[in-house]
């Protein structure tokens, strides 16, 4: 199965800076099949990206996904209190599909 | 607006074994796959299984579940179950319904605590 890696583990940061979260795959992951999701404290996550780039339905666009092969990147471009929460990417290329341990957006 | 209701979690002995239900509103139920996902304590996500729009001929299954967990639907009462035999301490986690888009997850339910403990 492919193993996906996410760094940095905590990123601090404060609001109005742009964050830059990593998702690496131990395999290439076929036709950029990469989403990432957030997750905040007692609740369920939500669907941000998926297509390695396009944005789901309501998501700002301050959020943006790109790469493709084996890495992968989110960028929010300007923080917003909101924002800071866990953010995990999942791959759908190969079964079974297997997410990444996560990436903790914390205010610094 | 779209809504999953995830219910049925509770505790478990090892070796026993419970069913979860999703209902589901505000979209069409019979057109979407449907999957499961949980997380366990201090741990990562990790998909479970997955099922095929319509009838639900087709389903799949993560390794860690094969064999012991069954999921179905009931288009009629647009509703997901996921029936767990055979529960291991590891099963225990929230099991979360969610709405599969060919692999990725646009719709999560608020999930279901399942605890397998002695």
């Known amino acids: 199965e492919i193993v996906l890696t996410q760094s940095p583990g905590t990123l601090s940061l404060s609001p109005g800076e742009r964050a830059t979260l990593s998702c690496r795959a131990s395999?290439?992951?076929?036709?950029?099949?990469l989403a990432w999701y957030q997750r905040k404290p007692g609740q369920a996550p939500r669907l941000l990206i998926f297509g390695a780039s396009l944005r789901a339905t309501g998501i700002p666009d301050r959020f943006s996904g790109s790469g493709s092969g084996t890495d992968f990147t989110l960028t929010i471009s300007r923080l917003e209190p909101e924002d800071f929460a866990e953010y995990y990417c999942q791959q759908y290329g190969s079964s079974p599909w297997t997410f990444g341990q996560g990436t903790k957006v914390e205010i610094k | 607006e779209v809504q999953l209701l995830d219910s049925g979690g509770g505790l478990v002995q090892p070796g026993g074994s419970l069913r979860v239900s999703c209902a589901a509103s505000?979209?069409?139920?019979?057109?979407?796959?449907m999957s499961w996902v949980r997380q366990a304590p201090g741990r990562g996500l990790e998909w479970v299984s997955a099922?095929?729009?319509?009838?639900?001929?087709?389903?799949y299954y993560a390794d860690s579940v094969k064999g012991r967990f069954t999921i179905s639907r009931d288009n009629s009462k647009n509703t997901l179950f996921l029936q767990m035999h055979s529960l291991r301490v590891e099963d225990t986690a929230v099991y979360y319904c969610?709405?599969?888009?060919?692999?990725?997850?646009?719709?999560w339910g608020r999930g279901a605590l399942v605890t397998v403990s002695s």
């Open positions: 505000g979209f069409h139920f019979i057109t979407y796959a």
């Open positions: 969610v709405t599969d888009r060919g692999g990725y997850f646009d719709h």
């Open positions: 099922i095929s729009v319509n009838s639900g001929s087709s389903t």
């Open positions: 395999q290439s992951v076929s036709s950029r099949y």
